[in-house]
Structures are given as structure tokens and as C-alpha cells.
């Protein structure tokens, strides 16, 4: 079965505090791709991120990093001194062979707070 | 600029009403998605096409139909037999076959039963 798992809903953040969102998935296939999209109030969901199964490197981009860990299934975004342009919901998402579309997770809902 | 269009952004349907929402795109994509927004729900896929005039269901199919005559073109008609169908409506495209670069979104339609 494939499957992503967001389990925080929501989180509330003060500006200037770091936050990490988790993303834990399930997959029997060896290769498979990780995704994080952000969708703003706007609606449209604008793609931040796309990693493959067998790159488990860390990524740095500006304020936002990812931790990609096999051994534990997870995909953890990070926003190091959240700002209020970073209020979204993220969704992670999941691509394996197999599978027909991206498979999303519910989201996790980010106010930051000033 | 490529991208995707989505039409209208809001739209209202009485029920027992037919409402059939517009994607256009001009990224020359191969395959084109229709997924449904609830809130706490994430997104789920409703139908999929890879290729002009064929489409296979999605996860949650049922009261929904589309066509794709062109390749550029993916229409969404939610029919009365859909009971619930207030939510926020996503269209996207992929080249087709590299899903694993993941997708492009339009902004959405945000359909209200009155």
C-alpha cells in the first residue's frame, strides 16, 4: 500500500521561530519520489521540493530544508525563522513505479503569527 | 507564460444541476488530473488521462465525469449523482510518463452547492 501521513494538522508559530513539518510515508517499491508543495490562500499549490529514493542528502534552499530519512519512512520540512508569507498549507506527496498520480498527504495547516 | 487555467474560480450549482468546470493548459503536457480539496481531507484523485481520448478513474469517480478531446483541454462535470460535491476542485499536468518531476496546478475552482 502507499500512503503519506501528515499527522499535524495545524501548527502556530510566532515570526522568527523555526518549525518543521513531518511527512512519513509508505511505499513497497524501491524507487519512489518525495514531494512538498505549499498552496497559499491563493489555492494553486506551487512545488517546493522533489527528492528520489535514492538520495537520502539533505537539502538546503534558503530559509527551508529537508531531512529525507530512509531507516524511518519520513520526508521533514523545515523553516528556519518563519515569516508570515510562509502561512500555507503543505502538503507532502508520494510517486512510486507503480502508482498512476501523486499521492498526497492531508496537509499540515502553518499560521506564523506576528 | 505556460501554465494552467482553471474556470470559473467560484461556482454555484443548485441541486440536481450538471456544472462542468474548464482546465486549458499550454504546457504541451501529455497527462492531465482532477483532484478534490476537503478541508482536513487533502487531495484526492477523481479521474486521470494520459493521453487524448482516454481517462481512467480515480479514487473517488463516482458522480463525476470527463472527456479529452484535446490535449490541451480536460473537463470536469460534476452530475447530480455526485451528493456532495462543495469542495475545492484542482486540475494539474504532468509530461507524460515523468510524474516523478511532479505536477503543475491551476488555481482551482471552488464549487458551493446552494
Known amino acids: 500500500a502507499q500512503k503519506v501521513t501528515q499527522a499535524q494538522t495545524e501548527i502556530s508559530v510566532v515570526e522568527k521561530e523555526d518549525v518543521t513539518l513531518d511527512c512519513v510515508y509508505e511505499?513497497?517499491?524501491?524507487?519512489?519520489?518525495l514531494f512538498w508543495y505549499k498552496q497559499p490562500p491563493s489555492g494553486e499549490l506551487v512545488f517546493l521540493i522533489r527528492?528520489?529514493?535514492?538520495?537520502?542528502q539533505n537539502e538546503i534552499s534558503g530559509r527551508y530544508s529537508w531531512n529525507f530519512q530512509k531507516s524511518t519512512s519520513s520526508f521533514n520540512f523545515t523553516i528556519t525563522a518563519s515569516q508570515v508569507v510562509d502561512s500555507a498549507v503543505y502538503f507532502c506527496?508520494?510517486?512510486?513505479?507503480?502508482?498512476?498520480?501523486?499521492?498526497f498527504g492531508k496537509g499540515t495547516t502553518l499560521s506564523v503569527s506576528s | 507564460d505556460g501554465g494552467i487555467t482553471q474556470s470559473p474560480k467560484y461556482l454555484f450549482r443548485k441541486e440536481g444541476q450538471n456544472v462542468t468546470l474548464s482546465c486549458e493548459q499550454n504546457?504541451?503536457?501529455?497527462?492531465m488530473y482532477w483532484y478534490r480539496q476537503d478541508p482536513g481531507q487533502g487531495l484526492r484523485l477523481i479521474y486521470y488521462?494520459?493521453?487524448?481520448?482516454?481517462?481512467q478513474k480515480g479514487d473517488i469517480a463516482e458522480g463525476y465525469s470527463v472527456s479529452r478531446e484535446k490535449k490541451e483541454s480536460f473537463p470536469l462535470t460534476v452530475t447530480s449523482a455526485q451528493k456532495n460535491p462543495t469542495a475545492f476542485y484542482l486540475c494539474?499536468?504532468?509530461?507524460?510518463?515523468?510524474?516523478?518531476?511532479?505536477?503543475?496546478f491551476g488555481s482551482g475552482t471552488r464549487l458551493t452547492v446552494v
Open positions: 494539474a499536468s504532468s509530461i507524460e510518463g515523468q510524474d516523478a518531476y511532479g505536477y503543475t
Open positions: 488521462s494520459q493521453i487524448v481520448n482516454d481517462f
Open positions: 527528492r528520489n529514493s535514492f538520495d537520502e
Open positions: 506527496a508520494l510517486f512510486n513505479q507503480a502508482g498512476t498520480a501523486l499521492i
Open positions: 504546457l504541451n503536457h501529455d497527462a
Open positions: 511505499t513497497r517499491d524501491t524507487t519512489y519520489y
